[in-house]
């Protein structure tokens, strides 16, 4: 074989396997590309989920706001009557307790009792933790009030010699009396406890309902930020 027939040879060897690298490549690109094009409507689907995800969430956090203003509006309402007549009639003007009369006593244990029950009782374990406490607490000062304030005007409206009474010892009845006259001034105390823990309901009440309206913000951002 002539020289130049070798070199025809070699040069068409090397177009030859050239060209099968570059089939080699554009298959492999080709492939990439279909996989990329493949995987368009999969990524949409992702991202048009995770939206949803988003604007469901946001749903769900903006009906606990609504619902947890709805009820705080309405405890509120209901507490600051009663709560402001008591302390005016256990406190002087200088917020130093006073001891309380037997009518304002029952007028206050009538009030006191069985108040904001739907939501201290009724819906009991249906909010967020910190809440739920201060209800518990709440729950049980307006029930110590209510005792005390039974005992603070007791007998000043009963009579030893009432047919429903006459079987109390005279020793016992010397205790009520002296238990009456200890509740009057007690009283002022039951009150400020009740007091300080509504005020403690209060505040983690705001605490919970700043906390939805950050996550929602945050929410509204992430969906308006385009992705």
């Known amino acids: 074989m002539s020289i130049c027939s070798q070199i025809d040879s070699c040069v068409l060897a090397t177009a030859c396997a050239v060209l099968s690298e570059f089939q080699t490549l554009f298959t492999g690109f080709a492939a990439i590309g279909v996989a990329i094009v493949a995987g368009i409507p999969v990524w949409r689907q992702l991202k048009d989920s995770n939206l949803q995800t988003r604007i469901s969430h946001r749903e769900t956090l903006q009906n606990l706001l609504r619902d947890a203003l709805r009820r705080h509006e309405r405890v509120d309402s209901e507490m600051k009557k009663p709560l402001s007549m008591a302390i005016d009639v256990t406190s002087d003007p200088e917020g130093q307790p006073i001891e309380i009369e037997p009518e304002d006593a029952n007028g206050i244990e009538n009030m006191f009792s069985g ?7 009724v819906l009991k374990d249906t909010e967020q933790g910190d809440i739920e406490a201060a209800k518990t607490i709440l729950k049980d000062a307006l029930e110590k009030a209510v005792e005390t304030l039974g005992d603070a005007h007791w007998a000043d409206h009963n009579y030893q010699d009432d047919p429903d009474h006459v079987d109390i010892p005279a020793a016992e009845w010397a205790k009520i009396v002296d238990r009456c006259a200890e509740a009057k001034i007690e009283a002022s105390a039951r009150v400020g406890e009740v007091d300080t823990a509504y005020r403690a309901l209060q505040e983690v009440q705001r605490n919970w ?13 992430e969906i308006a930020s385009p992705r």
């Not at 108040?115 to 009782?121: A, D, E, G, Q």
């Open 115 to 121: 108040l904001i029950s739907w939501y201290l009782v």
């Open 209 to 221: 309902v700043r906390s939805l309206r950050a996550q929602i913000a945050r929410l509204d951002t």
